[in-house]
């Protein structure tokens, strides 16, 4: 009996030996090019008088803003035919301004203010940004600090 298991462990180790090595390729999570998105830059977005989130509806395919309102508490924002219910709902399309996730849809800011570029990615993003936004995620990019102070002044009528 134990020169039959002596006989099979020395037939396993040849055998496991003689096995070549497997070598497993592929691209990083920055190298993987997206499903589908929408860039905007800030002159893109002066372009278009984009001055608020709900007003992106038009510049990006399926995404939808219904607004309440009342300064984003009860937005509805749906891309891809999915969205948030009315009140204290997940977000299907997740907001992340400077690589922060924001929480629901109710506590997204109303207005662009001093964007350098915003990215609207269609469709699901694991491998980029985890598991938020089912249905898709807006990337808003601030501009980066200046060696010197900056003012600006605007008036409506």
Do not use: C, K
Request: net charge negative.
């Amino acid at each position: 009996m134990a020169l039959a298991a002596s006989i099979t462990g020395v037939w396993a180790q040849d055998a496991l030996l003689s096995l070549p090595p497997t070598v497993v390729t592929g691209l990083g999570v920055d190298e993987v090019p997206a499903a589908g998105a929408t860039e905007l830059s800030a002159g893109d977005l002066d372009l278009y008088q984009a001055d608020s989130l709900r007003e992106l509806s038009g510049l990006a395919p399926t995404l939808h803003f219904s607004t309440a309102d009342s300064r984003s508490y009860g937005d509805v924002v749906s891309m891809r035919g999915q969205g948030n219910t009315l009140f204290f709902g997940p977000a299907s399309v997740a907001l992340y301004i400077d690589d922060v996730p924001q929480a629901d849809a109710f506590s997204y800011p109303s207005e662009l203010l001093g964007v350098s570029g915003i990215a609207i990615h269609r469709g699901p993003q694991g491998p980029g940004f985890g598991r938020n936004g089912a249905a898709g995620l807006i990337e808003v990019t601030m501009p980066g600090p200046a060696p010197e102070q900056r003012w600006s002044v605007s008036a409506d009528y």
